[in-house]
Nanobody, 122 residues
Framework: QVQLAESGGGLVQAGGSLRLSCAAAGRTFGSLAMGWFRQAPGKEREFVSSISGGGTYTYYADSVKGRFTISRDNAKNTLYLQMNSLKPEDTAVYYC???????????????WGQGTQVTVSS
């Protein structure tokens, strides 16, 4: 079992920045690929970014590439998402997820956090 807890969401103006964190407990964190997904009201959950267990490989959705950076600190069992140049369309609940491999597909991930709200005002 893996327990995930996101933090760092909030209200920010367009162009601003936020850093999300996801604290993990349970299985060895470094053995798990991690991902960030988001879900806006009335929309399906969508892939944002993912990172391999060792942190070597990272992937981004085209909509966030160049603005968001995923990273992890395996010594602290924590995943991060640095979000810069935020846009109103980034408004969503952001979820972290853990699974056997870094992937775009939500079904790949076995464990999910409860989500943290990010609201970007125009």
């Amino acid at each position: 079992q893996v327990q995930l807890a996101e933090s760092g969401g909030g209200l920010v103006q367009a162009g601003g920045s936020l850093r999300l964190s996801c604290a993990a407990a349970g299985r060895t964190f470094g053995s798990l690929a991690m991902g960030w997904f988001r879900q806006a009201p009335g929309k399906e959950r969508e892939f944002v970014s993912s990172i391999s267990g060792g942190g070597t490989y990272t992937y981004y959705a085209d909509s966030v590439k160049g603005r968001f950076t995923i990273s992890r600190d395996n010594a602290k069992n924590t995943l991060y998402l640095q979000m810069n140049s935020l846009k109103p369309e980034d408004t969503a609940v952001y979820y972290c997820a853990a699974g056997p491999r870094s992937d775009y597909y939500s079904v790949t991930y076995d464990y999910w956090g409860q989500g943290t709200q990010v609201t970007v005002s125009s």
